[in-house]
């Protein structure tokens, strides 16, 4: 309770404020913007050392501003952002947006307009990015980062089955048939316990493309994509496989979080779907591996993830002139988004940026990466699908969340989605 | 003369007051009032909502399932941690060899954070993890533990006690020391065997510290939440749902803050509930 009060009174005060304020509420980029020198504070889920080739490069073009990093743990971040922004924080300057939240962290004003910059970033990011960071025809946030997914493979005991791996090439991706059923040839004779494996096992954002490539649609829809649609063909399909490789041992349970990396690493698992910044992540591993595009289902189509990370400005920051400049340095300047990507690897938004980076991908971990540049250009173009755009979107995947873990436990996929309906109507209505 | 004295008591009594006032009282009559209130992300303003937020609760399935998680919980984790803390105390205020430093090994949980016990647990319920290495040596078969949703609840309880029992028994410990010498000596020359000595003897006399760690256990398992938060996250299947996992993930997850107030206002009152209970419970007794 003690914690919920602060909350609570801020957040009624800054919805009564936002709500009746002129349709310019938010904070115009007229309003203050605070000194001109010192020390701002940006806060994100990456490691401090991800930052420090960004903040040095901007501090030194910019003397006089200095910038702190605070990382909070991924698995936290979004609960404590809701309730350090509702209390009007203002010891947070600039943030990361999970760009499927931008909607709602923009409807509870928790986000500075920055229309003005909508022509840049029109000119300077795919369209799709520039889509995600607006809501109400407003420009919130200025995408930062892209993902995309690739499969892992792990080249010795793929061998050891005397299964031949998948190329890099496109053209000739597997299907999840294929997959399956060369990680149980692994499994018996590969020297693997396990045969696939996710990244984020309970995460939307991977596993919409199983429910999307049956035409099972993104599980939102309606004028307001506030109705629920998860009940769909593909997605029951989808879920009853993904269910089933769990039942069957394919894949393990009870391993989550930051636990999934090091089963692939340490060898314990023949395939697994991870992202850009684990193809120098693994380079540390022991084991021989090589990437190959995400699979589809047979007969469906493929379709990958995408988005990932914008910066966002707090509108309680005191400091809004300088934060702007950071933000802008980030993402807008393309070396400065490039420095944003030196140390974790992931794809820079910035179209500019984004030319100079792919081609470097092939060479992240020795050969052992060669295609991941072909793969990534491929999928942007052809088969990247973002999480859907609605002001409901926090409460979506909160709730599919629990019932993908549910289904990943055992749960009839059926029932569990149906479950999920019902849970996402009930905490909708809040919202409506 | 006794009216200064008065101001200058109250002076001093003053911080702690404030702080009561500031951080307990305040936020409580807030949670009531706002318990009351709704309000809607995309039209805005704040209604009166009077009993409704109340009232969805109640008709919402996975809040009911909730406290039926929460009441089983209790039911099953007091017991075992109020008995397992008075038998160790027993066996460790006992001269035996060693007995410090068992006894300091028992405590030695108390000193790690929950979170981090949490993540030591996860690793040790993991399905390739020390519970089922150990279970694997003894020639029994895996179990899912965490993924199951009739094992969940119990690993918990295992876990949570793992932490607590330590804590609670050096309450007791100090109760059984207190106990005048003479007495046992009496009762040692009457010839009783130890276990009559514990039921007849220490029992009785350790009451007051048995009641007030039935209770304070009591609240505090009724306030569980980093390892829920941390290691199931309420499932499977709404399993390990406690309501105070619940409520945060209301408030914070979801965001419906006023719906969360009115089931913080419920968990209170569950709480209240359960341990004016066993006040009456312990009082029939004497």
Redesign the interface.
Known sequence: ??R??P???V??AA??A???GSPDAGAPAAADQGPETGTITFTGTDNAETYQPVIKAFEAKNPGIKVTYTQIPF?QF??TM??RLSAKDAGIDVYTVDEPRVS?LA??GFLTDLSDLDEQVKTKFSATAYKTNHFRDKLWSLPMWNSTQFLFYNKTALAKAKVTPPTADPQQRWTWEQVEAAGRKAMQSGGT?YGLFMEQPEAYYQLQPLAESLGGGSGIEGD?ALTPAVETDGWKKAMQWYGATFASGLS????G?F?TGPVFAAGDVAFFVGGPWDLKIFGSSKIDWGVAPLPDFQGGKPLTPTGSWSLGINPASKQQGMARKFVEFATLDAAGNLATTSTTTIIPANLDAQKQYTPQMDGFSGTKTAGAAAITTYESEHTAVSRPVS?GY??FE?VM??AF??I????DPAA?LQEAT??LT??WK??? | MRQRQGLIALAFLAPALVCLAVLRIVPAISAVVESFYTESLLRGGRVFAGLGNYTDLLSNKDFRQSVGVTLLFTVLVNPIQVVVSFLLAVLFTQRAAGARLWRTLVILPIATPPAVSAVIWSVIYRPDGLANGVLERLGLPAQPFLTSPSQVLPSLIVLLSWIGVGYWMLFLIAGIQEIPAEVREAALLDGAGPWRRMVSVVLPLVRRPLAFVLVADTVSNLLVFAPVQILTKGGPNGNSNLLMYDVYSRAYAIGDIHVAQAEVVILVALTLAIVAGQFRLLRGDQ
């Open positions: 309770m003690k919920l009060l909350a609570t009174i957040a009624v919805l009564v936002a709500c009746g698995d979004n609960a809701q309730q709602q409807a509870k316990k307001d393990p349970r009870g391993i979080g636990q002001v926090i409460q909160e969340g629990k873990a549910d990943r436990n055992g749960t569990r019902r849970q009930d905490a809040s919202i409506k």
